[in-house]
């Protein structure tokens, strides 16, 4: 059905235009047309659905085609269909975000870009006379190219000319180089006196005769070297020189000048003199064991140490004589010793008495050998002499002009500080203003004093003994006849200055005192 107009009218309400019901009639039947017969709202004739914004077909399996009249295009946002054709319209990259698969042939007539690697399933196929970038056409493969091709004619242009061209290269036992063209010339194999080749399929057979020292047989061999051979139970007549060293009857000897005859086992082997030796020139050694008893006649000379007859002495000029013992070993000498002016240097360690002129060590004792003899012990000089230890005791006299102490000194049980010149003071002094003290009792200048707190200064005998006070007395006190002196007659009274207390065996008293005038 063509597509029915409405009409209008000249102007507006001047009568002329199609009644409302004819109006909507044609209106009708243009959706019928547009919609099809089917009544749904959705259905675009009756092969098209418009249902949201989607389009489909309303025909199982029916096709969708988009006509544009004429020479028309499709557009599809920047997408322009036209034809077989499909271009960009704003000149941007189309790019197609999925995997392609053609069945078909796919021709590209503009130049194609890969960015990823271009996998072929089976085959890649390049028309004949084809020209592709990256392929090179060089007979000399003198670019060394990793990233183009060569074409099948350089191919073949560079394998007949290096084949053509190799040689095999090889060397003879008299370091003659040699070379053979394997294009063009035989290798060939010769054998020389006594031995001749055969050849079989690809392998070469040497052969050896009669005339060549061979495995088995017996042979004399002349003018002949062998190098690095085994010979079990060999003969050998006339002098035989192997290597530096010369065999002649019973005579070892260096074939080489100034050269020495050296003797060696192997690994922790040893070299053995089964026969008595003699050694008719100088022998030197160097890091010799020996075993058993030797005897030397003469005089011995060892490095540095000469020993002749009982003499054991240095020949180097005013080199020392040194005996050392091994590890924790020791020098022992088994008989008296006499030295002479003898200085040690360093540890000396002596198990047993030592006897010094008259002192003798023993033990952790020094003591005096001769008959009444004293042990003096002098510093030189300002010198000091230090008693170490816990405890110093002096059993018997202690006898010093001066004694500096800056410990303790603990004297024993009964034991008594004397003088031993009679009538002689004992002064024990201060160094300033110090005092002197008697376990809790202080003595400074002319004064006894306590140092506990509040504690009694006692002073107390032994049995019926009394504490004598040596000191001067007077029988009277103050003038004769002035009111305090002392003493007075029965009608006058004693009146004192005033009391001193005191304890006598722990009672308190007080002493009256008066003025001395």
């Known amino acids: 059905m063509a597509r029915q107009a409405i009409n209008i009218g000249s102007s507006a309400n001047d009568g002329t235009g199609d009644p409302l019901r004819t109006a909507f009639d044609k209106i009708n039947d243009n959706f019928v047309e547009l919609y099809g017969s089917d009544n749904d709202i959705n259905t675009l004739d009756a092969n098209l659905n418009l249902n949201n914004f989607a389009i489909t077909t309303g025909v199982t399996n029916g096709d969708m085609t988009f006509t544009p009249n004429g020479t028309g295009s499709i557009f599809l ?8 054709t499909i271009s960009s319209q704003d000149s941007t990259q189309i790019t197609i975000a999925e995997n392609i698969q053609t069945t078909g042939t796919l021709n590209v007539s503009g130049a194609t870009a890969l960015g990823s690697t271009l996998t072929v399933g089976t085959s890649l196929a390049l028309a004949t006379g084809a020209t592709v970038t990256g392929i090179l056409d060089e007979d000399g493969m003198g670019t060394n190219s990793a990233t183009q091709l060569a074409t099948q004619q350089s191919i073949k242009a560079y394998v007949d000319a290096t084949v053509t061209a190799q040689d095999l290269d090889f060397a003879c036992d008299d370091s003659t180089a040699l070379n053979i063209d394997l294009d063009s010339e035989t290798l060939q194999f010769s054998g020389g ?14 052969a050896i005769d009669s005339t060549v020292a061979t495995l088995t047989g017996s042979q004399t ?47 922790s082997g040893i070299v053995r003199l089964i026969a008595p030796t003699t050694a008719v020139a100088t022998l030197t050694t160097a890091d010799v064991t020996t075993v058993g008893t030797h005897t030397i006649t003469g005089q011995l000379d060892a490095e540095g140490v000469r020993i002749k007859d009982n003499t054991i002495t240095t020949n180097a000029t005013n080199a020392n004589l040194e005996l050392t013992a091994n590890g ?10 006499t030295t002479i002016g003898q200085t040690i240097t360093g540890d000396v360690g002596i198990t047993g008495r030592i006897d010094v002129d008259n002192i003798a060590i023993s033990g952790n004792g020094i003591i005096a050998t001769n008959s009444g003899g004293g042990i003096n012990i002098n510093p030189n000089a300002s010198g000091q002499i230090t008693l170490g230890g816990t405890v110093v005791q002096v059993p018997g006299l202690f006898n010093t002009t001066t004694l500096n102490v800056t410990e303790d000194v603990l004297l024993g049980s009964d034991c008594l500080i004397t003088t031993d010149v009679s009538n002689a003071d004992i002064t024990i002094e201060t160094n300033g203003a110090g005092s002197v003290y008697v376990d809790q009792v202080a003595i400074k200048n002319n004064r006894i004093s306590t140092q506990i707190s509040n504690a009694d200064l006692q002073l107390d005998t032994d049995g019926t003994g009394l504490i004598d006070f040596l000191t001067d007395t007077q029988t009277t006190v103050g003038a004769v006849g002035a009111a305090t002196h002392l003493p007075l007659d029965s009608a006058n009274e004693i009146r004192p200055v005033g009391y001193l207390r005191i304890k006598v065996s722990g009672t308190e008293y007080v002493v009256p005192y008066f003025n001395a005038s």
């Not at 290597?243 to 050269?259: P, Q, R, Y």
């Open 77 to 84: 946002g920047a997408l322009e269909f036209n034809g077989t």
């Open 328 to 337: 924790t070993g020791v020098v022992d000498v088994k008989k008296a010793m």
């Open 193 to 206: 006196t006594g031995i001749t080749t055969a050849g079989s399929g690809n392998t070469v057979t040497f």
């Open 221 to 267: 061999l002349t003018n002949k070297i062998l190098t690095n051979p085994t010979i079990n139970a060999a003969t050998m007549t006339g002098a035989v020189a192997i290597d530096g060293v010369t065999i002649d009857d019973n005579k070892v000897t260096s074939n080489a000048s100034d050269s020495n005859l050296e003797l060696d086992a192997s690994g």
